[in-house]
């Protein structure tokens, strides 16, 4: 079946450092979403790309979508402590379930 | 606008005791999903609804059934609870279609099974 990997599991920084973790899909993707859990908190939606080769931005977080619709990237620039929390990629196949990656913990040490 | 709401938020059961946990959304969606979620092991998909009446499985169906009578709830049913049941379980909706299909979570339910 469908299959969403993301790497690292984990990743410790240093406030200021850059961080950035990855989804790979074992299918094409419709499309991917990104979402952000903070400690003790539910899934929050951050953004969705759409197109081959998409790249978005928000303020220090930027998105990008593989030619392929296979994989996609999340980059934080320059951590701050609010930025601690596990990120979350999810794919749609084609068809109607959302699934998640496993999922990128990440702590900021200030 | 209350948007996703799971009841119940906390609830203990003893191995073999059933449960239904509540899923309700205002914001007529289509799809809803129910997750359950184990340290490091991300969200995983139990079953998931596409419209009102239907209802497919996910990545781990078993030990649990889902209806969803009306389109504005999915309930999730655990006939005979055990304790790898043990998780915090959240009920998500989402539109259909292939763009603006982000989907809302609830507060998440903490179960245990002793």
């Known amino acids: 079946g469908q299959q969403v990997m993301q790497i690292p599991q984990y990743q410790h920084v240093q406030e200021g450092e850059d961080f950035t973790t990855y989804c790979n899909s074992s299918?094409?993707?419709?499309?991917i979403q990104w979402y952000k859990q903070r400690p003790g908190g539910h899934p929050v939606f951050l953004i969705q790309l759409v197109k081959s080769g998409e790249v978005k931005k928000q303020k220090r977080l930027t998105f990008q979508f593989g030619e392929a619709k296979k994989n996609s990237s999340l980059h934080i620039t320059a951590t701050q402590t609010t930025d601690v929390g596990t990120y979350f990629c999810?794919?749609?196949?084609?068809?109607?379930?959302?699934?998640f990656g496993a999922g990128t913990i990440l702590r900021v040490k200030s | 606008n209350a948007g996703v709401t799971q009841t119940p938020k906390f609830r203990v059961l003893k191995t073999g005791q059933s449960m239904t946990l509540l899923c309700a959304q205002d914001?007529?969606?289509?799809?809803m999903y129910w997750y359950r979620q184990d340290p490091g092991m991300g969200l995983r998909l139990i079953h998931y609804?596409?419209?009102?009446?239907?209802?497919a499985k996910g990545e781990v169906p078993d030990g649990y059934n889902v209806s969803r009578l009306k389109k504005q709830n999915f309930l999730l049913g655990l006939e005979s609870a055990a304790p790898s049941q043990t998780s915090v379980y959240f009920c998500?909706?989402?539109?259909?279609?292939?763009?603006?299909?982000?989907?809302?979570f609830g507060q998440g339910t903490r179960l245990t099974v002793v």
């Open positions: 609804s596409v419209g009102e009446g239907t209802t």
């Open positions: 999810a794919g749609p196949p084609r068809g109607n379930k959302l699934v």
């Open positions: 299918t094409t993707l419709s499309n």
């Open positions: 998500a909706s989402s539109h259909l279609g292939t763009k603006n299909t982000e989907a809302f």
């Open positions: 914001m007529n969606h289509e799809y």
